[in-house]
């Protein structure tokens, strides 16, 4: 079964702090990414990454950044959170052009 | 533009009564159509996918390239099957496999 981990499942952070949200999958999947879920918006791809240190920007990168240092592990970094960035956040990962397995998701909020 | 359009935020039907979820699209070249689905308090899982042509849980999608629609059908809803369902698409072939999520449907499902 393929298990794809996310550091936390509640985060409360305070405006202007740095944020770390960290991601790891256990099948040696090529693809990772990085989505957040609103009520009314669905899913919006961030960042996605298809190599080690290969990262491409999605439809909302603004106010985001990524890192992946080993192949396992894909950290989203918000550099100084806002409250609109208030959300909650999926990680996913795949093997070029197959199904994405999703993380449980870390509900953040932004004070 | 590629887009994802689900125009019913909530679906609410009797148990027994058929299901229909909607799901248009916009995409310029071949596109893969997936629905998912998250359970309460669960992760964000694939239901089905066009090229696999399955029915899992009772519930079948046929991809009309006419209408440019995806909708979910079941016959005979039950109350395990109220949850959220997102459409979304990549394109057909794609390494990266980004999706494109809609907006979401939430079905509830009353006894």
């Known amino acids: 079964d393929v298990k794809v981990t996310q550091s936390s499942r509640y985060l409360v952070k305070r405006t202007g702090e740095k944020v770390f949200l960290e991601c790891v999958q256990d099948m040696d999947h090529e693809n990772m990414f990085w989505y957040r879920q609103d009520p009314g918006l669905g899913l919006r791809l961030i960042y996605f990454?298809?190599?080690?240190?290969?990262?491409e920007k999605g439809d909302i990168p603004e106010g985001y950044s990524v890192s992946r240092e080993k192949k396992e592990r894909f950290s989203l970094i918000l550099e100084s959170a806002s409250t609109n960035q208030t959300s909650m956040y999926l990680c996913?990962?795949?093997?070029?052009?197959?199904?994405?397995?999703f993380g449980p998701g870390t509900r953040l909020l932004v004070l | 533009a590629q887009r994802v359009t689900q125009p019913e935020k909530l679906l609410s039907v009797f148990k027994g009564a058929p299901v229909e979820l909607k799901c248009n699209y916009s995409?310029?070249?071949?596109?893969?159509l997936f629905w998912y689905v998250q359970y309460s308090r669960q992760r964000l899982q694939l239901l089905l996918r066009?090229?696999s042509r399955e029915s899992i849980k009772g519930f079948t999608a046929d991809l009309n390239k006419g209408e440019t629609s995806f909708h979910l059908k079941k016959p005979f809803a039950q109350e395990e099957d109220s949850a959220m369902y997102y459409c979304?698409?990549?394109?057909?072939?794609?390494?990266?496999?980004?999706?494109?999520f809609g907006t979401g449907t939430l079905l509830a499902v009353q006894p």
């Open positions: 996913a990962s795949s093997t070029p052009g197959e199904t994405q397995y």
């Open positions: 990454s298809y190599d080690v240190k290969m990262k």
């Open positions: 979304a698409l990549s394109g057909l072939g794609g390494a990266t496999n980004k999706l494109i």
């Open positions: 995409y310029s070249g071949s596109p893969e």
């Open positions: 066009h090229i």
